[in-house]
């Protein structure tokens, strides 16, 4: 059983089903309102657990009524919860998120993840020493990022760095980084590259392994063992909600990084597709026995 730690942030999805987008100014009839969870760090927590592995979360919450569900949430998963603190002072984190036409538009408030620090990093020591692969993302402060990064360098941790929301880094994170996995957006940004520019010669600049994934595309990855970028095709399905895939993606691509490059990004694609078949960023998340059947078909 792959040992994960998820550093990342922890939301609430306040989820909106309308039939188009508003304009400015605009005010529109919803279909259907909800909350569940989410997060860039708890979805990513959820989306490991659910296929097997034993995951433990370095995060923040706040003590109101979004934390208690939230906490309730990822302990119902089985997720290690001992690093993630609870904050008097600040509410939780949330997401209003839009869905419509089979795409989304995310408004995050960040709140209590951005109180996540690098001491609370280092105070996981432990738990990241045990790791198989640590995952972090940017929707906490950049110091706890950084932090992160440093320290699985330190203990020789594989670290996967989802690079959302997308924004510049300095070249030297990205040298401590063992999988970069941003979409073509994100790494134009990251690489402070204009973002037209071919995504293969994106991935060519990376100073690191990339595996970038392309929506309903698949995926395409590149690193010492395969220099050329390569392309691992989605799998077709109707999506409902693509809220989270991103998440679910590299949930599993840490999951199964031990089974090699290529066979991670094969079932992480898979994974990815099987995501978006319901409603919420963890609502269509798979456990194993789903991603099992979806590769025999």
């Known amino acids: 059983m ?7 942030s922890i939301n609430m999805d306040l989820v909106t089903l309308a039939p188009r987008f508003p304009g400015p100014g605009e005010t529109l009839l919803g ?3 909800f909350t569940t969870p989410g997060g860039k760090g ?4 959820v989306a490991a657990a ?6 433990a ?9 979004f934390g208690d569900q939230l906490h309730a949430g990822l302990a119902q998963e089985g997720i290690d919860l001992a690093h993630v603190i609870r904050l008097d002072d600040v509410g939780s984190g949330s997401a209003s998120i839009t869905v419509a036409e089979g795409d989304n ?41 950084e932090a992160t990064l440093r320290l699985g360098h330190r203990l020789e941790v594989p670290v996967i760095l989802n690079p959302a929301p997308a924004q510049k880094l300095p070249g030297d994170w990205l040298k401590l980084v063992s999988y970069i996995t941003p979409n073509q957006h994100e790494l134009a940004a990251v690489l402070d590259q204009d973002v037209r520019t071919d995504f293969r010669e994106l991935m060519r600049r990376a100073p690191c392994p990339v595996v970038l994934t392309r929506g309903g595309e698949g995926a395409w990855y590149r690193d010492p063992a395969y220099p050329e970028p390569v392309h691992q095709p989605g799998f077709a ?5 693509t809220t989270g895939a991103g998440d679910t993606f590299n949930g ?3 999951v199964f990084l031990h089974e090699g490059l290529p066979q991670a990004v094969r079932k992480a694609c898979a994974a990815a597709a099987l995501s978006v078949t319901k409603l919420g960023a963890q609502g269509g998340m798979p456990t194993a026995g789903e991603l099992e059947m979806l590769l025999a078909r």
């Open 237 to 241: 399905v109707d999506a409902v909600d």
């Open 105 to 145: 538009e995310i408004i995050v408030v960040p709140a209590a993840n951005a109180r996540v620090t690098p001491a609370q990093v280092e105070a996981a020591d432990a738990a990241i020493a045990r790791a198989d692969v640590v995952l972090v993302q940017l929707e906490i402060p950049l110091d706890t990022v």
């Open 252 to 254: 599993a691509l840490a």
């Open 31 to 33: 279909n259907r309102f």
């Open 2 to 8: 792959p040992r994960i730690v998820v550093v990342g």
């Open 57 to 65: 979360m370095v995060g923040a919450l706040g003590r109101d009524a």
């Open 50 to 55: 659910r296929l097997g592995a034993e995951v």
């Open 42 to 45: 708890a979805n990513q927590a």
